[in-house]
């Protein structure tokens, strides 16, 4: 088997786990009600196994106030997996778990087949470089917000909670709503929600700053042939990239030379060292 075959299946097959076990999570948790749900799961919701309600509720844990309603003490556990990973090897979370991301991924590549020469190009790159930074300001106003209203207020608007729990009463329209702009958006651009209004990834997105595992490029070796720039799918500029430290890098490796460069060890995942004078000086 070759090896960009292999990469991409050990990758479809993380997604799908994730998305399957998030699903089964929560359906399990509605069927706890009736006394049927599966003893090992019991317990299990949305937001136990959310990373993001530690992010939310961090000026509670900061300053000992209550936890925000519905957080658990695992979303602050899964907080520091999550981070530590991203330290490691950037926003792999993003990339490999989050089911709402592969969704958006799997949706797109219908995309990809109705709109083979468009998709994923309808929003004019300095559009698309400015909006990219509405998720910090999402983030911000997400924590502020919680941390004065001691809920969790993005729940309302939160297309993850409506997509695994849109058949529950406690869902709002207004999520329902943002989470059909996701969808349909994804038909025409990659992952919409994850570049432009993600708040727990603009908090991974910050460690690609400084992850120790990171996407290099090998100059020398490299053909120019950009075929690592039609790849990733969060439109980075690999082939001028050196070492890749954008902020939206999903750790996807499908810019890789074991997936999309056509060169062997020209574009991988490695350690990322500190430059020499003659790449400083390019």
Known sequence: MRKSKAIRWVRRGVQIFFFALVALISVNHTLAASGKAIPWLAGASLHSICPFGGVESIWSALTGAPLVKKVHESSFVLL??????????????CG???????????????????????????????????????RYAVLAIVVYATSRAGTLVFETWDPYYALFNFWSPEITLSALAVLALV?????????????????????QGVFNLFRIFGIRRNAPTCINCKACDRACPMNIQVSTAGRVRDHQCITCLECTSEVACPVADTVDLAAFEKPSAAAVAE
Request: charge should be positive; include cysteine.
């Open 80 to 93: 520091w997996i999550a981070l530590g990973l991203s330290l490691v090897a950037g926003p792999v979370v």
């Open 183 to 203: 969808l349909i958006l994804a038909l025409f651009v990659e992952r919409p929600f994850c570049k432009y209004a993600c708040p727990f990834g603009a908090v």
């Open 96 to 134: 490999w778990v989050c089911p709402l991301g592969s969704l958006q991924e799997w949706i797109g590549k219908l995309g990809r087949k109705l709109f083979p020469k468009g998709y994923n190009k309808f929003v004019p790159p300095r559009l698309d470089k400015a909006l990219r930074y509405l």
